[in-house]
């Protein structure tokens, strides 16, 4: 494998990975009866229009078919990619549960 394969290799792999943690958000959103859409929005106010996000959301299952999706499970995975913004909002939206 050439230089030029393997960092397409590894940006694959992030755009995959970078998949999943968005599905795991907008699952984590569905199981806590929040709008996907409008948290990130929230977080990302120039960003409205995210085509990952839209393919997520249609991904999702109802909150009474999804496995659960620990808040710290999601703060971790939101961290790893830096969405630091939405894991701020996703922050607000513990405390307003608790």
């Known amino acids: 494998?050439?230089?030029?394969?393997?960092?397409e290799k590894i940006i694959e792999n992030y755009r995959?990975?970078?998949?999943?943690?968005?599905?795991?958000?907008?699952?984590?959103c569905i199981n806590h009866?929040?709008?996907?859409?409008e948290l990130y929005i929230?977080?990302?106010p120039d960003q409205a229009a995210n085509p990952a996000l839209r393919e997520a959301i249609e991904l999702t299952v109802p909150k009474e078919e999804a496995g659960e999706v620990?808040?710290?499970?999601?703060?971790g995975v939101l961290s790893l990619f830096g969405n630091n913004?939405?894991?701020f909002?996703?922050?607000e939206e513990i405390t307003k549960r608790k």
Request: negative net charge; hydrophobic residues 45%.
């Open 1 to 7: 494998m050439n230089q030029k394969e393997l960092e």
């Open 16 to 28: 995959g990975e970078e998949k999943m943690m968005i599905l795991v958000f907008a699952q984590w």
């Open 33 to 37: 009866n929040l709008n996907p859409e």
């Open 42 to 44: 929230r977080a990302y």
């Open 70 to 75: 620990p808040d710290e499970t999601l703060l």
């Open 85 to 87: 913004d939405l894991a």
């Open 89 to 91: 909002v996703v922050t």
